[in-house]
């Protein structure tokens, strides 16, 4: 049996200068409630290339993640990302998980 997932991924550029702000505001966005449908956020740092960030999340369906990217949360992260540096690409995606 599968359950379907979606993942929302963000992938993205901050200046080195700008960094410590960007995580500043990523902190208080992955500390605050998790929205309704929302399974799991985080962000990662790519190995190698420090200012290149992913952020990462789990949805239990694309349903409940629409209304979520019209939403101050997500628009305020967003637009931290453009504005302290630059997105680069956006991608979301159902998945499959085997269940045992």
């Given at each position: 049996m599968s359950n379907g997932n979606v993942v929302m991924e963000l992938?993205?550029?901050i200046d080195a200068s700008r960094q410590r702000e960007f995580r500043q505001h990523a902190?208080?966005?992955l500390r605050g409630a998790r929205p309704s449908g929302c399974l799991d956020?985080?962000?990662f740092v790519r190995v190698g290339e420090p200012g290149v960030f992913?952020?990462?999340e789990r949805w239990a369906s694309r349903q409940?993640?629409?209304p979520h990217l019209e939403s101050s949360t997500h628009r305020s992260l967003v637009g931290a990302?453009?504005?302290l540096g630059r997105l680069e690409a956006e991608?979301?995606?159902s998945v499959s998980?085997?269940?045992s």
């Open positions: 992938s993205f550029r902190d208080v966005v956020r985080a962000l992913l952020w990462v409940l993640l629409v990302i453009r504005v991608h979301i995606a998980e085997a269940k």
